[in-house]
């Protein structure tokens, strides 16, 4: 068999992956989108499908406010006595909390906040939960330095046992390691393990950028002193500049086989150009995508990639792992579990979006108002806001490809807009709209967002038909070139404008920690709630292009 990476190609970043028998389920951060942590299955690691969503009811957490870059943050999933487990952080709200469950697809419980028991949240961001063999529960996490930071990102990793059915934490505060580095930043997403007699703490340090690495120590007590690996670090690709063809590789998280074989997910970014000799700058429109590599054991410590000690695009995977007899099946996915499949075209026709389908925060939509669509109301607030947005999308996972959508659409004023969005974050996004033209008729229009303070720029702009209603909207991406296309349906199109830079919509242009979704909206006044019009979708699709 062979890999192919990313093995969750787009926007899934921090990955983590506990094993259930002969299945593994793999969960990642997803932010201020709704449904968040997505959860997917494989049982052989060269196929994953997401089954689910942890966070899918509006009661479990409260996105309301928050940038596209804030809500949920580095998600650790675990398996242990018949129960899976999954400890994140709600940044700026909740804080860090813990949910379980039977099935992995779901109902996740509702979260418990990790506290200790005076009611002070847990420090940091980024847990993960540690099961050792005497059957305590002990909490990994990250703070500020004891004694106080000497500069930003001067942060060490502790530990404190924790109750999994309360969040309660209690007994003393262990740090174990403060990185591999002199003067090391940011040392995040740690776990812990234990193999062969030592207990291994894993995490990454050097920022979430280029100089990202994946770092490994040991200890034979589990708080005692911990000793880092002497070759560290464990793996990383900053040594290769900014243009190779994979960067910003760390964020990790071990796990074994049913045959006692190791690998590790981890995240990177792919960036890219345009094409041909216009390839330009490279950058990361995908954001942070999850790669796979195995992991080898030399005198007691981990090796990443043997061989290459790099992240590959295909690699072997042996067999024999995953055919040996007699493995226990404790853990298999239930019988109730249901996979979800991708389709390239997704038709409105049931009342649930497609699981790998996102909204902002708290959805505003509906599939049930009007038969066969989805039905976004332009009382939400303009995508350029932290508001209630009525929006709905998928996740870019090719450097090129087309995404387009069928809708009926009558603005009524000139607020009021519906259409495609080419989504990075508040200030960073394309809108492929019908709106309300000076002459009181409708248009479409090509809307760039690019900074933050700067106000909306048309690009370019296009009547439409007197009396259409229904319109088909296209964007075909080659790489860093993005053209928009308007007509009656499919067959009749016609290009609006062609030309504009997709770069912006990368996370070195943006910042923050997402990739780039494309999606339906629509949207009325700043303020939102004054309009009372909607727009209809029939149906959207993506397709990848020359991959």
């Known amino acids: 068999m062979k890999v192919h990476n990313p093995v969750a190609g787009g926007f899934y970043p921090d990955p983590s992956v506990c094993r259930a028998g002969r299945n593994f389920y793999l969960v990642n951060s997803s932010f201020s989108y709704f449904p968040g942590l997505p959860v997917s299955r494989s049982t052989d690691l060269e196929h994953w499908t997401q089954i689910g969503n942890a966070i899918d009811r509006t009661e479990q957490l409260d996105f309301s406010g928050a940038g596209i870059s804030r809500g949920l943050f580095a998600p650790c999933i675990r398996f242990h006595d018949g129960m899976f487990y999954i400890v994140c952080t709600q940044v700026d709200k909740l804080g860090n909390f813990i949910i379980s469950a039977v099935d992995p697809a779901g109902p996740w419980s509702k979260p418990a906040r990790i506290c200790d028991q005076e009611g002070h949240c847990a420090d940091g961001i980024d847990p993960s939960l540690f099961f050792d063999d005497d059957g305590t529960v002990w909490y990994i996490g990250t703070h500020e330095r004891a004694g106080g930071c000497r500069y930003p990102g001067d942060y060490e990793v502790y530990i404190r046992q924790l109750d999994v059915n309360t969040g309660i934490l209690s007994g003393k505060t262990y740090t174990v390691w403060d990185g591999a580095l002199k003067n090391c930043i940011w040392p995040e997403g740690p776990h812990l393990y234990k193999k062969d007699g030592w207990y291994y703490v894993l995490a990454a340090e050097g920022g979430t950028g280029p100089d990202h690495a994946v770092m490994v120590a040991r200890s034979k007590t589990l708080t005692g002193k911990y000793e880092g690996m002497p070759r560290n670090p464990l793996i990383t690709h900053r040594h290769l500049g900014k243009n190779a063809d994979i960067i910003n590789v760390g964020h990790a998280d071990l796990f074994d086989d049913a045959g006692g074989g190791w690998y590790m997910v981890l995240l990177a970014s792919r960036p890219y150009g345009g094409s041909g000799r216009s390839e330009g700058e490279r950058v990361s429109n995908m954001g942070r995508e999850t790669f796979l590599v195995p992991v080898s054991w030399e005198d007691g410590w ?59 925060r708290k959805p505003l939509f509906s599939l049930t108002e009007r038969s066969g669509c989805l039905r976004l109301y332009t009382c939400g607030t303009p995508l350029r806001t932290t508001g209630s947005v009525s929006f709905a999308g998928r996740r870019q996972c090719n450097m090129s490809y087309t995404f387009s959508c069928c809708m009926e659409f009558a603005p009524g004023h000139e607020d009021e807009e519906a259409g495609i969005v080419l989504l990075q974050s508040e200030d960073f996004q394309y809108r492929f709209a019908v709106c309300l033209g000076n002459k009181g008729t409708a248009v479409v229009r090509v809307i760039m967002a690019c900074g933050s303070g700067q106000p909306d720029e048309v690009i370019a702009e296009s009547s439409l038909d007197a009396g259409c209603s229904t319109i088909v909207l296209a964007v075909y991406a080659d790489k860093q070139s993005l053209s928009f296309f308007s007509g009656t349906d499919m067959r009749r199109i016609q290009n609006v404008y062609s030309g504009a830079d997709a770069r912006i919509l990368s996370t070195e242009r943006a910042g923050g920690f997402v990739g780039t979704v494309l999606g339906v909206y629509a949207s009325g006044s700043a303020a939102g709630g004054e309009s009372s019009n909607h727009a209809d979708v029939f149906w959207a699709e993506y397709d990848p292009v020359g991959e």
């Not at 590959?312 to 996979?339: C, H, I, Q, W, Y």
């Open 302 to 360: 981990p090796v990443a990639a043997p061989g290459t000690g790099k992240i590959e695009n295909v690699f072997e995977l042996s067999e024999t792992s995953f055919e040996k007899d007699g493995v226990s099946e404790s853990g298999a996915v239930p019988e109730r579990t249901l996979s979800f499949p991708v389709p390239s075209c997704t038709h409105f026709t049931v009342d649930t979006l497609p699981s790998n389908w996102l909204t902002l």
